[in-house]
């Protein structure tokens, strides 16, 4: 962690290691596999891999699913933190995320929007609309929400415990 006189930054270091030389190298497009490990220190590794449609081992993480992943894992982090200075009691938390990728004529391509379904479970009856709305100063404090230059949507639900 670095201070200076204006922030605070944090640095994060991974390493990926590509594990996919199936002899030739990258020679041709369909002579290598996309397997790869990330690594960071103390952490299990990661299996990634390409998606099944650009010749990818369904069986490992790809980066799609990553960056989805990091979308709805920064938003539920900022959620609990704004539902706990709200005096909001989460007690249940579960998030069913999508994502569209558009490819480009060109081989590239980008996300063009996301959508968390966060289902929120909340102690109190009293705080249940309160909850809802809390979710739109978690996409403000996300960090990954910020990074990113696509919309991400939110269609919350909130159930109040039994």
């Known amino acids: 962690m670095v201070r200076t006189a204006s922030l605070v930054e944090h640095h994060y270091d991974v390493t990926v290691t590509w594990t996919g030389n199936l002899g030739e190298g990258t020679t041709g497009y369909r002579k290598y596999s996309r397997n790869h490990e990330v690594e960071a220190p103390g952490l299990p590794k990661l299996f990634g891999s390409a998606d099944r449609t650009f010749h990818g081992d369904e069986g490992r993480w790809n980066p799609e699913q990553l960056l989805l992943t990091a979308l709805t894992q920064c938003h539920m982090l900022s959620y609990f933190h704004v539902a706990s200075a709200a005096g909001v009691v989460v007690t249940g938390y579960t998030d069913h995320a999508s994502g569209t990728l558009k490819l480009n004529r060109d081989g590239s391509g980008e996300f063009v929007h996301a959508t968390l379904h966060p289902q929120v479970v909340v102690a109190s009856r009293d ?36």
């Open 127 to 162: 705080h249940a609309e309160l909850a809802k709305t809390l979710h739109r100063d978690a996409a403000g404090a996300c960090f990954i929400r910020r990074s990113v230059n696509f919309p991400v949507h939110h269609e919350p639900g909130i159930v109040v415990a039994a």
